[in-house]
């Protein structure tokens, strides 16, 4: 069965710093892509950035420069480092994983909150 467990989320203050991980395990097959999404109160899920299996990094422009994003292969394991964090990047964050047979998987989310 496969499983995307997240963790990292919490309370920060604006200009802080958090890194959330994704953890996949359960999969026969090679992971594609892995990447993260966010939702905030009232919104669409929209896209926050992803790295394949080569390590070619994307990233959405509202993250451009504050955000990093960056997988272990050996450990199916994703890292999003988010830095100088703004109350509008509060969200739950989620992680995303698509496999080369072309299915994909979501993790439960996390909460991140920026707040003074």
């Known amino acids: 069965q496969v499983q995307l467990v997240e963790s990292g989320g919490g309370l920060v203050q604006p200009g802080g710093s958090l890194r959330l991980s994704c953890a996949a395990s359960?999969?026969?097959?090679?992971?594609?892509?892995m990447g993260w999404y966010r939702q905030a109160p009232g919104k669409q899920r929209e896209y926050v950035a992803a790295?394949?299996?080569?390590?070619?990094?994307n990233y959405a422009d509202s993250v451009k420069g504050r955000f990093t994003i960056s997988s272990d292969n050996a450990k199916n394991t994703v890292y999003l480092q988010m830095n100088s964090l703004k109350p509008e990047d509060t969200a739950v964050y989620y992680c995303?994983?698509?496999?080369?047979?072309?299915?994909?998987?979501w993790g439960q989310g996390t909460q991140v909150t920026v707040s003074s």
């Open positions: 995303k994983m698509t496999r080369s047979i072309g299915d994909a998987y």
């Open positions: 359960g999969s026969r097959f090679s992971i594609n892509t």
């Open positions: 790295v394949t299996s080569g390590g070619s990094t």
